[in-house]
């Protein structure tokens, strides 16, 4: 069966492993640093702490920058559900901005409209969460300038986008947001089984992120009410365990090593479904800005149903017979029930991000994947859609 995505690991990915669980930590050991140094050099920030999973960075991200009830914090409906439900968990109220129609991330002028609107009846939007969908960076120059001009604090889910360059640079992402968060799940760019790392330039932010990693403790001597010895810890607020641990760190360098021949896979496959479905009508291959190098953790096609005589779900079954698992990215968010319910979203909301979900097929794309199951997927798309 070929999958959408899929991680690649080597031996030399193993050995890293395999030299942690031989040795004395596996947990809270030096591999847990060694690989926040590799994150912070990689992706030019000056801190990174790493944790068990991508949703905990957003959450950990969520409640450092103090996120309360009556705080309003915006993203895309186009994200998987941690995006938005890290608004939740801290007890604020989520809200949407439709995407872009080019790079399907959150439209910079439909953020400050709504940031406008939520201003003139009284309400203050407190943070912006974008998301470089695809791989596609955000229009992060905009975002930075929307945030400044109406002080809102800035959040790059950039779990997507992990050696994509912006404005020529592969170390954009915490030089326009205060926090940037990952996750480093399987069909990601690296992996490290579960795991994610929250990313910024803030000691401030940092500080905090590292002790609500750990429940909350510290053993700061400038932050204890009082020292009774070497074992001494106090906890001035909750927090949780959200660690990772050392061979998964050691599996994340040894990964990160490989990011850059990652990517370069990754276009290669995604230049090579671009010529083979740009001259089809019904086909919409995905667009980049100029500003942008795509990462291409996904690849997004769209694909008029309407046209073709065809469900989506029966394309998708027709493809599963001839033994390739597609996937959708995504339902938007504020189409969830929960979101309908609790919020009031409802469909028609963000007509943008409805009509790319009710087109989009997100086809294999990973380092793996050979030329010759690339052949049989491009073969068996087109011959369906042909059929
Ligand atoms: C955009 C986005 N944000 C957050 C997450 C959550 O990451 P994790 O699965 O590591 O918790 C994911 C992972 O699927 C994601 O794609």
């Excluded at 944790?51 to 957003?58: D, F, Q, R």
């Excluded at 504020?334 to 409802?346: A, G, S």
């Excluded at 963000?350 to 997100?362: G, I, K, L, N, T």
Aim: charged share 20%; aromatic share 12%.
């Amino acid at each position: 069966m070929i999958s959408y995505g899929k991680q690649s690991i080597d031996q030399s990915d193993i050995d890293a492993v395999i030299e942690v669980l031989q040795g004395d930590w596996l947990t809270q050991g030096p591999s847990v640093n060694t690989f926040e140094n590799d994150l912070q050099n990689y992706f030019g920030a000056k801190y990174a702490c790493a944790v068990s999973n991508g949703t905990a960075a957003l959450h950990l991200a969520a409640l450092t920058l103090g996120w309360q009830p009556n705080d309003i914090v915006i993203t895309s409906p186009l994200t998987f559900l941690a995006t938005a439900n890290c608004i939740v968990y801290a007890g604020a109220t989520p809200d949407f901005v439709d995407i872009d129609s080019i790079s399907y991330t959150i439209d910079p002028n439909k953020v400050e409209e709504k940031v406008k609107y939520y201003r003139s009846i009284g309400k203050n939007v407190k943070a912006i969460i974008g998301i470089d969908f695809a791989g596609h960076p955000c229009d992060w120059k905009a975002l930075r300038e929307i945030a400044d001009k109406y002080s809102l604090q800035l959040v790059n889910d950039n779990c997507h986008a992990l050696g994509a360059l912006y404005l020529g640079d592969k170390q954009y992402a915490v030089k326009y947001a205060d926090v940037v968060t990952h996750s480093y799940h399987p069909v990601k760019h690296i992996t490290t089984g579960e795991g994610g790392a929250v990313l910024t330039n803030d000691p401030v932010i940092d500080e905090k992120i590292r002790r609500l990693r750990t429940h909350g403790m510290t053993k700061d001597p400038n932050q204890l009410e009082k020292n009774d010895g070497s074992w001494y810890y106090e906890m001035h607020e909750v927090g949780y365990n959200y660690r990772i641990t050392g061979f998964q760190c050691a599996l994340g360098s040894s990964q990160l090593k490989k990011l850059d021949s990652f990517v370069q896979k990754r276009n290669a496959i995604a230049k090579k479904y671009n010529e083979s479905f740009s001259n089809y009508d019904n086909l919409k291959i995905p667009k980049t800005h100029s500003s942008v190098d795509h990462a291409y953790h996904l690849y997004p096609l769209q694909i008029d149903f309407d046209k073709l005589f065809l469900t989506k779900s029966e394309f998708f079954e027709n493809m599963k017979e001839s033994g390739i698992t597609l996937q959708v990215h995504y339902i938007p968010v504020h189409l969830q029930p929960y979101y309908q319910r609790n919020y009031n979203f409802k469909s028609g909301d963000y007509p943008v991000a409805e009509d790319f979900y009710a087109r989009e097929v997100s086809l294999p794309i990973y380092p793996d994947l050979s030329n010759d199951d690339q052949e049989k997927v491009i073969e068996n798309l087109t011959h369906h859609i042909n059929a």
